[in-house]
């Protein structure tokens, strides 16, 4: 059974960086694709970067565009989402997913089979 650990959320002052990771285990990593998400109180889960397991091709939500990069060590069955210019509109829980094949133009949460627990990011003016 895949699961998913994230990491590496916290306080974090407007127009500073933060970098999140997500070790998968239970599945070959490079078989899958991988996605972070997002959810503020309040709201519906977003996407927010994916990331294809045959080409590591990769796509963003527009709001994150140029901020944030999504990358994957499959030696160390990790993905990443790098945030940088964080803006407190990207305070939220963040939720790495993965799906057995699947694409990086997987952008709803349905397509996808396993998610982490999630890890709390904050964004203070």
């Known amino acids: 059974q895949v699961q998913l650990v994230e990491s590496g959320g916290r306080l974090v002052q407007a127009g500073g960086s933060l970098r999140l990771s997500c070790i998968l285990s239970g599945g070959t990593f490079s078989h899958h694709s991988l996605a972070w998400f997002r959810q503020a109180p309040g709201k519906e889960r977003e996407f927010v970067a994916a990331?294809?397991?045959?080409?590591?091709?990769?796509s963003y939500t527009d709001s994150v565009k140029d901020r944030f990069t999504i990358s994957k060590d499959d030696a160390r069955s990790t993905v990443y989402l790098q945030m940088n210019v964080l803006q407190t509109e990207d305070t939220a829980t963040y939720y790495c997913?993965?799906?057995?094949?699947?694409?990086?133009?997987?952008?709803?949460?349905?397509?996808?089979?396993?998610w982490g627990q999630g890890t709390q990011v904050t964004v203070s003016s």
């Open positions: 990331s294809s397991w045959y080409d590591s091709k990769t």
């Open positions: 997913a993965a799906e057995s094949g699947g694409s990086y133009y997987y952008t709803s949460p349905l397509s996808y089979t396993y």
